[in-house]
């Protein structure tokens, strides 16, 4: 957080001086066009910075899964930042196309996996738990590999399109790197685990400090972002960190809980999905706009009320998925 903080001035004074400026999709609302075209973007390169110096400088560097989340967080952060690189360049906002991106995104998560069950292979890594139920495991197997792409990879997309409000996306991440803190700390601690009857998995506690970073880079990004944002953290940023979550997740064992403590993220999936769908098969948009905080803005509601509104329901999930660890 502090180093976000003290870079972070200079570093908005950069990017608008030197014009990499955010492009609003044309078929957007039109308030956005207005008011949102030409604040500063990437601000993910500050998010990743206060990420990497919160890890580097607490974590035990000896701990396989720092290194796996660390290599996922800076991957992902790289192929947004190529993304919104292309957006500035060609003053669009359309950057890699959806195909280019899945594909990269698929490569750089089964190269995670892949050293995931090389250097953190354990007797949990391939079993999938289910909250409320204290002896319900399914053993996925050989599609252990697919479901943890796919994990990744929808993690990293659901926030990339959460990422469309100024702060919108921001504190729901923080909310479920925050719940993943004490996750990853209570499954890598042989008392809390047993206590709770949650599968103890060695050096997994590590991660706790990778998902502090998270939070506390993004409470200083959110000085920056907070409406009327000063900067936006762009593909560089969303990317980075719903892949990130994906990636935590998996190590924790706790997949399913991250559906619920990122459940806006699921929302706003669900809300382009099901309009996309809706759309090919009958003509018919079932929301006003796609995602879902963009028919409430076209409902009338004011920006700063969808976003306010969409971090309480992340709240009241997070809080949810908390006491799944208790309630079993």
Known sequence: ?????????????FITSHKIAESI???GPVDHIIKKSGTPTMGGI?????????TLLWADLSNAYVWVLLMVSTSFG???????FLKIKHNNSKG?????????QIFLSLIAILLLMKFGNNEHLKNLYFPFFKNMILHLGLFFIPFSIFIIVGSSNAVNLTDGLDGLATVPVMLAALSFTLICYIVGNS???????????????ESSIFCGSIVGACLGFLWFNAPPAKIFMGDTGSLSLGGSLGAVSIIAKHE????????????????????????????KRVFMMAPLHHHFEKKG????????????????????GLATLKLR
């Open 1 to 13: 957080m502090t180093i976000v903080f003290l870079i972070g001035g200079p570093f908005i004074k």
């Open 25 to 27: 999709r044309d078929d």
């Open 46 to 54: 500050l998010i990743l910075i206060g990420i990497l110096f919160g």
């Open 78 to 84: 790289l192929l947004g930042a190529v993304d919104d």
């Open 96 to 104: 890699l196309s959806l195909l280019t991106k899945l594909i990269i």
């Open 191 to 205: 008392v809390f685990s047993g206590y709770l009857q949650i599968p103890y998995i060695a050096n997994v506690g």
């Open 256 to 283: 399913i809980i991250l559906g619920i403590v990122g459940g806006l993220f699921v929302l706003e999936t669900a809300s382009v999905i099901i309009q996309v769908v809706s759309f090919k098969l009958t003509g």
């Open 301 to 320: 509601w004011a920006e700063s009320t969808v976003v306010i509104r969409f971090w309480i329901i992340s709240m009241i999930l997070a809080l949810i």
